[in-house]
C-alpha cells in the first residue's frame, strides 16, 4: 500500500466517521443522568454498561431507531442532576430520560422534567412517593418500588420461622422505607433497631450492640460499601448469627469485596444471573464479553430500560408524548427477569426472588433457591390516582 | 446490658480514637510545620489501602501489602510534596485548599482508572483472625486489638522522634520559625519533603490497616479526612500530643454516642423516636464537643504556638 493509498483511506475514514456522526446526530436523544464519579459510581456505570450493551447491540439502534445516548454524570448531587436534566430539556430538547440511582435524585429531577413533557424511565431509584401519591402518566419505572426487596426478604425471613431478628438501616428516607418494607411482611418480635450514619464505615459499636441483643437473625440494608464493611466486620468480630439483606449488599459489584463473609447469605431480588430465560442468558453471555465481568442487577435494570425503550421506538416517537408513553405501558420486550408488566402506576408486576450466595469456581455470585412472591406488585398502588 | 458490653465499646472507641490519630498526625504536622491545608491527605489514606489490598491480592500476604502500602503512601506524598506543595507555601491557604482539592480529584479519578471501580477485597491476615475472650459472654476482634497497639507504639515513635531527634529538632524549629532554620543552614526542601513523606505514610498505615476492616474503594479517605481535621482543631493545630488526645477523644464520643444514646433516649421518648433521635444526635455528638470545646479554648486542647 503506497502512501497515497493510505491517506486517501484515511480520508475516507475520517469523511465516514463523520457522516456517521452526524446520522446518529439525528437519532432519537436519549437523556442519561447517573452516577459515575464518587464512592456511589459503581452502581451508574453498571446501569451505563447495561443500557449500551443493548445499544450496541442494535448497531446504535434501539426497536430499529436510530438512538443518541447523551451520559452526564450527577456525582450523587441532587443540585448538579437537576442542572444536567435542564440542560438536557432547553439545550438539548430531549424527549427521554432515564439512569437515576438514588431516590433523592429522583424526587428532585424527575417531578420538573416530567412538566417539560419528557417521558422518564427510571432504572433503579423507586422512591414511594412515585409510586404512590405523585404516580404520573410519563413515568415508569423498569426496576422496583424501594419497598419490593425489602418485602421479599421479610417475607422469606417469617416463612424461615425467625422470632427475633435485629434491625439496621441508614438514617435517611430509603433507609426507614426499608425497615418498613421489611416489617410489612415479617410478623416476628424485633431484638433492637439501629439506625447509622450515612456513609459510615466502622460499625464496631452496632455489633457489639447485636451481640448484646442476642438475636436469631439480623436484617441489614446497607448499600454499596456500607455493607461490605458490616458483612467483614461482623465475620470478624465471630458473631455467628444468620444474615439477611436486599440484593443490593450481596450483588455482583459488591460480592467480591466482602469475600466469603457472604457465603450463604439469603438476599432477595427480581433478578438473577441463573434466571432461566432465553434474554437473560444472552445477556449475561453478552455482557461477559463485552466487560470482562459478571452483570449486576443494577446492569440488568439498565439492559431492560434500553429493550423497553426500543419496544416503543419501533412503532412511536418520544415528541408525541402520549402516544409513546402508551407504546411504553405495553412493556412488549423480552425482559432478563422474565415475565414483566406493569401495575396502574406504571411500577412493575413482578416475581420476587430468594438468592443465595454461592461460590462457583472461584467466583462469589448468587443462585436462587426460591420465590418470596409471584406477580407481587407495590404497596403504594392505592396511593396512585392516574387515570 | 453487660459489664462485657461496656468494655467491648470503651475498646471500640479507643480503636476508633487510634486509627483517627494515625490519620491526623501527619495532617496536624504538615499544617504545623509547613503551614499547609492539605484536603489530599485523605487521598493519601486511599493510596495505602489501595496498594495494600492489590500486593495482598496478587501475593496472598497481607504482610507484604502492608508494607507496600506504606512505601506507596510516603512515595506519593513524596512526589505531590516535590511537584504541587513546593508551589503553594507562600500563596494563602485559600490556593492550597484550591490546589488539594484538585489533587483529590485527581486521584480519585486516577484509582478509579487504575483498579477499577468495583471496590477490592482486602481481608485481615490469619494470624490476626482470631476473637479476644472478654469477661462475660463477648468477644473482642484480635485484629482492633492489635491497630491498638500499633497506634500506641506509633505514638511513642512520634513523641520520641520529635522530642529527640535531630530530625525533630528541625521540625520543632520549623514550626517556631520558618525563615530563622533556613538562615541557620538546615536544608528546608528537604525537611518538608521528609516531614510531608512521613505524614503521608501514617495516613497510608491507617488506610491499610482499616482498609481490611472496611471496604477498598474510591472515596474512602473523604469521611475520615473531616474527621481528622476536627481531631487537629480540637487538639490544638500543629500538636502530636493534642491529635492523640483529641483523637481519643472523639473516638470514645462517636462510639459511646452510638451505642448508648438511642438506648438512653427510650427513657424519655417511645422506642421508635429515640432510634432515629439518638443516631441524629450521635453522629452529631462529636461536633457539638468540638463546639464546647473551642468555646473554652479557642486554639483548642494544645495549641503549638502558645
Known amino acids: 500500500m503506497t502512501l497515497r493509498k493510505i491517506l486517501l483511506g484515511a480520508a475516507a475514514a475520517t469523511t465516514l466517521a463523520l457522516v456517521s456522526g452526524a446520522a446518529s446526530a439525528e437519532g432519537t436523544k436519549i437523556g442519561m443522568i447517573t452516577t459515575l464519579s464518587g464512592s456511589g459510581a459503581g452502581l451508574g456505570i453498571d446501569v451505563r454498561d447495561g443500557f449500551m450493551l443493548a445499544v450496541k447491540q442494535g448497531g446504535g439502534k434501539l426497536g430499529g431507531k436510530a438512538v443518541d445516548v447523551l451520559i452526564e454524570d450527577d456525582a450523587q448531587a441532587p443540585d448538579k442532576a437537576k442542572q444536567i436534566a435542564e440542560k438536557f430539556v432547553k439545550k438539548d430538547e430531549v424527549k427521554v430520560m432515564t439512569g437515576i440511582i438514588w431516590s433523592n435524585l429522583a424526587l428532585a429531577v424527575v417531578p420538573g422534567v416530567l412538566k417539560d413533557g419528557v417521558t422518564y424511565i427510571s432504572t433503579n431509584a423507586g422512591p414511594s412517593q412515585l409510586a404512590g401519591e405523585k404516580c404520573d402518566p410519563g413515568y415508569f419505572n423498569v426496576a422496583w418500588q424501594n ?201 412493575p408486576v413482578q416475581d420476587i426472588y430468594v438468592r443465595e450466595v454461592v461460590k462457583e469456581g472461584d467466583v462469589l455470585t448468587n443462585k436462587v433457591i426460591g420465590v418470596a412472591f409471584r406477580n407481587h406488585q407495590d404497596a403504594y398502588v392505592d396511593l396512585c390516582k392516574m387515570q | 446490658m453487660s459489664a462485657a458490653f461496656l468494655l467491648e465499646q470503651l475498646l471500640n472507641g479507643v480503636q476508633f480514637g487510634v486509627m483517627l490519630f494515625l490519620m491526623s498526625a501527619g495532617l496536624t504536622l504538615v499544617f504545623g510545620v509547613m503551614g499547609l491545608i492539605n484536603l489530599a491527605h485523605g487521598s493519601l489514606y486511599m493510596v495505602g489501602a489501595f496498594v495494600c489490598a492489590w500486593v495482598a491480592g496478587a501475593t496472598g500476604s497481607f504482610w507484604l501489602g502492608l508494607p507496600a502500602g506504606l512505601i506507596a503512601a510516603a512515595a506519593a506524598g513524596a512526589a505531590v510534596e516535590v511537584l504541587v506543595m513546593r508551589r503553594l507555601y507562600d500563596r494563602d491557604h485559600l490556593d492550597q485548599v484550591l490546589a488539594t482539592f484538585s489533587l483529590i480529584l485527581i486521584f480519585s479519578e486516577g484509582t478509579r482508572w487504575i483498579f477499577g471501580n468495583q471496590p477490592l477485597y482486602l481481608n485481615i491476615p490469619p494470624l490476626l483472625s482470631g476473637v479476644i475472650p472478654l469477661p462475660g459472654d463477648g468477644g473482642y476482634p484480635l485484629y482492633r486489638v492489635a491497630i491498638i497497639a500499633v497506634g500506641i507504639v506509633v505514638a511513642i515513635g512520634l513523641y520520641l522522634l520529635i522530642s529527640r531527634t535531630r530530625l525533630g529538632m528541625q521540625i520543632r524549629a520549623g514550626e517556631a520559625d520558618r525563615e530563622m532554620i533556613g538562615a541557620l543552614g538546615v536544608d528546608i526542601k528537604t525537611l518538608y519533603t521528609v516531614v510531608f513523606a512521613l505524614g503521608a505514610m501514617l495516613a497510608g498505615a491507617a488506610g491499610a490497616l482499616v482498609g481490611a476492616l472496611q471496604s477498598v474503594q474510591v472515596g474512602m479517605g473523604e469521611s475520615v479526612l473531616i474527621l481528622a481535621f476536627v481531631v487537629i482543631v ?21 462510639t459511646l454516642g452510638r451505642a448508648f444514646l438511642p438506648r438512653l433516649l427510650t427513657l424519655v421518648m417511645p422506642a421508635s423516636d429515640a432510634g432515629t433521635t439518638g443516631s441524629a444526635l450521635a453522629s452529631m455528638a462529636i461536633y457539638l464537643v468540638m463546639a464546647a470545646i473551642l468555646a473554652w479554648r479557642p486554639k483548642g486542647l494544645f495549641p503549638a504556638h502558645g
Open chain 1, 147 to 347: 419497598d419490593n426487596l425489602h418485602e421479599g426478604t421479610g417475607k422469606y425471613v417469617n416463612d424461615a420461622g425467625f422470632k427475633n431478628v435485629f434491625l439496621l438501616a441508614p438514617n435517611y428516607p430509603a433507609g426507614k422505607d426499608a425497615i418498613a418494607g421489611f416489617q410489612r411482611y415479617y410478623k416476628g418480635g424485633v431484638a433492637g433497631s439501629l439506625f447509622t450514619k450515612v456513609g459510615q464505615t466502622d460499625y464496631a459499636a452496632e455489633i457489639a450492640a447485636i451481640r448484646d441483643a442476642k438475636p436469631d437473625a439480623v436484617y441489614f440494608f446497607l448499600p454499596g460499601g456500607m455493607g461490605i464493611a458490616f458483612m467483614k466486620q461482623l465475620q470478624q468480630a465471630g458473631l455467628k448469627v444468620p444474615v439477611f439483606g436486599p440484593a443490593f449488599s450481596f450483588d455482583q459489584d459488591v460480592l467480591p469485596a466482602i469475600g466469603d463473609a457472604a457465603l450463604g447469605v439469603k438476599n432477595a431480588s427480581q433478578w438473577s444471573k441463573d434466571l432461566d430465560n432465553p434474554a437473560n442468558k444472552a445477556f449475561v453471555a453478552a455482557f461477559q464479553k463485552e466487560y470482562g465481568r459478571l452483570p449486576s442487577l443494577y446492569a440488568s435494570q439498565g439492559y431492560d430500560a434500553a429493550h423497553l425503550i426500543g419496544s416503543a421506538l419501533k412503532s412511536t416517537d418520544p415528541k408525541d408524548a402520549k402516544a409513546f408513553q402508551a407504546a411504553v405501558k405495553k412493556a412488549d420486550f423480552a425482559s432478563v427477569r422474565g415475565a414483566f408488566v406493569f401495575g396502574p402506576n406504571n411500577h
Open chain 2, 234 to 254: 480540637i487538639g490544638g493545630i500543629g500538636s502530636i500530643k493534642g491529635a492523640l488526645v483529641a483523637a481519643l477523644l472523639v473516638g470514645l464520643v462517636d
